[in-house]
């Protein structure tokens, strides 16, 4: 259901988003946590904007309540937002629905009176978006540096194309801002990797898979088979490497750059670290020293 390396972000601004009452609102809350990496949930207009307004790359998704949608489109479509990809408006009612379908756009989708209806367009928008993926401009208001900036909300861990290697001998003063965001965020992991395995690592990392999919009895089955291999630093490589929700949750939680959302994942982390660490070195250790094999062509005698 979810890309692994998404470049887009999901955005649900509704009253009712945290209501812990309303079924159809929990199951689409589980929804979008399962389908975006990067989830930002809000219920007040003014931090929406804040948000939307802040992010200058990538490209947003955005669920809206028919009471927020009323007071935001009009903003949304004065500030001019690029990385806006598309809009949906879920409905209480037909009524809603009828007018916000009689106000659809290019990239407002109308009103969806049903959860799976808005499910299935977000499903194939988010489609359209993997097979069709280029690289995002810039909203027309930052610079090309403030630009890259952003990548660090859609994408779990950067790239070395964040550390301007032409930087590589100035003193930290004179680096730009990705370059110093860049080396924090090395220098975060490299402390994770030497932090201590201990019981209480497993036990936080599990508990926090387990409240995130609580309501979700298909997950929780391999969360349960996860538990049993969750000291087993050999298995990191194997679970890292297939769709599973441990790929989600730490992807979700790199992009957030929330030491509090990454912190529970050390373990795995570590493990996963560790394991990558061992291939490189037997990979090494297969591939022929150029050096030594010189040396040995000179000393034996060439057979004629």
Not at 185 to 212: D, G, N, P, T
Not at 230 to 240: A, G, H, K, L, P
Not at 284 to 301: C, D, G, V, Y
Request: overall charge negative.
């Amino acid at each position: 259901m979810f890309d692994t390396s998404q470049n887009f972000i999901g955005v649900w601004l509704d009253e009712n988003s945290e209501a812990p009452d309303k079924t159809n609102y929990i199951n689409l809350k589980q929804y979008l946590n399962n389908t975006f990496d990067c989830l930002k949930i809000f219920t007040q207009a003014w931090d929406f904007i804040t948000y939307i307004d802040s992010v200058k790359h990538g490209r947003i998704l955005i669920i809206l309540s028919h009471k927020h949608a009323t007071n935001a489109t009009p903003i949304i479509k004065e500030k001019k937002l690029s990385a806006i990809y598309s809009m949906y408006v879920f409905c209480s009612n037909q009524c809603e629905k009828n007018i916000w379908d009689s106000k659809a756009t290019e990239k407002l989708r109308g009103g969806f009176l049903c959860k799976d209806e808005l499910m299935n367009r977000l499903k194939d928008d988010i489609d359209f978006i993997n097979i069709n993926d280029e690289t995002p401009q810039c909203t027309t208001r930052s610079s090309s540096t403030e630009c890259t900036a952003n990548d660090r909300i859609v994408n779990g861990v950067p790239s070395m194309s964040f550390f301007n290697m032409k930087q590589i001998n100035n003193s930290i003063q004179h680096l730009s801002k990705d370059s110093i965001w860049f080396i924090r965020y090395q220098l975060l992991f490299e402390i994770l990797y030497k932090l201590e395995k201990s019981k209480r690592a497993s036990e936080e990392m599990i508990y926090v898979c387990k409240q995130h999919y609580k309501d979700d009895e298909t997950e929780m089955r391999p969360i349960n088979e996860f538990e049993k291999d969750v000291d087993n630093s050999f298995e990191s490589i194997s679970w890292y490497t297939k769709v599973s929700f441990i790929v989600h949750l730490l992807n979700k939680a790199c992009g957030s750059q929330n030491i509090d959302e990454i912190y529970p994942f050390r373990l795995f982390i570590r493990n996963l670290h560790e394991e990558i660490a061992k291939l490189d070195t037997e990979r090494r250790e297969k591939i022929p020293n150029p050096i030594s094999q010189s040396t040995e062509e000179n000393i034996l005698p060439k057979v004629h």
